[in-house]
């Protein structure tokens, strides 16, 4: 099936610096990616949809200052996480829809646990 | 409001038992279920994928069933194993020019020795 990585897995950071987060399609061009946060002994919360070369759409509540998408290319999105605080300590989630499946079907990355101290 | 609801929130067994997952959904117009196993501290992993059609599909031993009627589906595992101790989670699209996913919140299962 469809691979879908994310880098880093794990990263600290302190309050009040910026983290990165990279998804990336491995064997498919994605035009579409999902971010999700999700915490412990909780289902996913979508946060936004990215689509490539265009602005990502956020869902309610999601800060779009704070949480910055960026889906320059048909294999990579990015989330960055600005002036982190604590409250942001989650595992993120990426997901990505293969244009050629359904378009339901999405496959998910490994995660990346963020931990701000 | 679409919603979708899994029962029971966790559930241990033993290893080679069966078992059985549930998932109520309030979710319309209905477009498609899918269930996933997210092992912990992992992104979830598709296990079936059911449309309005379909009734039921297996993966192995999993095997689950779709009842649009009554909006209800389940998951079953045959002869757990170890491996099978994850979060399953039920996922319903709707199909509203776009598609709209709604999350269950999971079921833990515990598969012990």
């Known amino acids: 099936g469809a691979v879908v990585s994310q880098h880093p897995s794990r990263v600290i950071c302190k309050s009040g610096t910026s983290v990165k987060i990279e998804c990336r399609s491995l064997?498919?061009?994605?035009?579409?990616m999902f971010w999700y946060r999700q915490f412990p002994k909780k289902s996913l919360m979508l946060m936004a949809t990215?689509?490539?070369?265009?602005?990502?759409?956020?869902e309610q509540g999601v800060e779009k200052d704070k949480f910055l998408i960026n889906h320059a290319s048909l294999t990579l999105s990015t989330l960055t996480v600005t002036s982190a605080h604590p409250e942001d300590s989650s595992f993120y989630i990426c997901s990505a829809r293969d244009p050629r499946l359904e378009p339901y079907e999405q496959y998910f990355g490994p995660g990346t646990r963020l931990t701000v101290t | 409001k679409n919603q979708v609801e899994q029962s029971p929130q966790s559930l241990i067994i033993l290893e080679g038992k069966n078992c059985t997952l549930q998932c109520n959904y309030t979710v319309s117009p209905f477009s498609n279920l899918r269930w996933y196993k997210q092992d912990t501290g992992r992104g979830p992993v598709s296990l079936t994928i059911?449309?309005?059609?379909?009734n039921t599909k297996s993966n192995g031993r999993y095997t689950a069933t779709l009842d649009a009627d009554t909006k209800q589906s389940s998951l079953h595992i045959t002869a757990s194993q170890l491996s099978d101790s994850a979060s399953y989670i039920c996922v319903v699209s709707a199909k509203t020019g776009g598609f709209k996913t709604i999350f269950g919140a999971g079921t833990r299962l515990f598969v012990k020795a």
């Open positions: 059911m449309t309005f059609s379909e």
């Open positions: 064997d498919f061009q994605a035009t579409t």
């Open positions: 990215s689509n490539e070369g265009s602005k990502a759409t956020y």
